[in-house]
Nanobody, 127 residues
């Protein structure tokens, strides 16, 4: 069983920055990946980023590559998503996700690879 809790969702204007966090107080011992999916209004859920167990490598979707950075602090049991130069299309519910398979571009493409979900935080990018 894993418990994921997001925080930091907010409203920001375009081009602003925002950092959201996911605390994972308990993780399944075989968890290999932890990251973020998002669900824009009236659209399908999409993978944003993931990081491996050690936090020394990450994958990003093409839509956020170069703007978003994922990091992991295992001492604090927290994963962060730093979002810079935000766009209106970044608006959505951001859900922390953890899985028993490796972080990869395939992991981001298929939410079926996710074994545990947080409840999500709202991120709104609007002027």
């Amino acid at each position: 069983q894993s418990e994921l809790a997001e925080s930091g969702g907010d409203w920001v204007p375009p081009a602003a920055s925002l950092r959201i966090s996911c605390s994972f107080n308990t993780l399944h011992e075989n968890t290999q990946s932890i990251g973020w999916f998002r669900q824009p209004p009236r659209k399908v859920r999409e993978g944003v980023s993931c990081t491996n167990e050690r936090g020394d490598s990450a994958e990003y979707s093409d839509s956020v590559k170069g703007r978003f950075t994922s990091s992991r602090d295992n001492d604090k049991d927290t994963v962060y998503l730093q979002m810079n130069n935000m766009k209106t299309e970044d608006t959505g519910a951001y859900l922390c996700a953890a899985g028993l398979s490796s972080c990869s571009s395939a992991w981001l493409r298929h939410s079926t690879h996710v074994n545990y979900w947080g409840t999500g935080v709202a991120v709104i990018v609007s002027s």
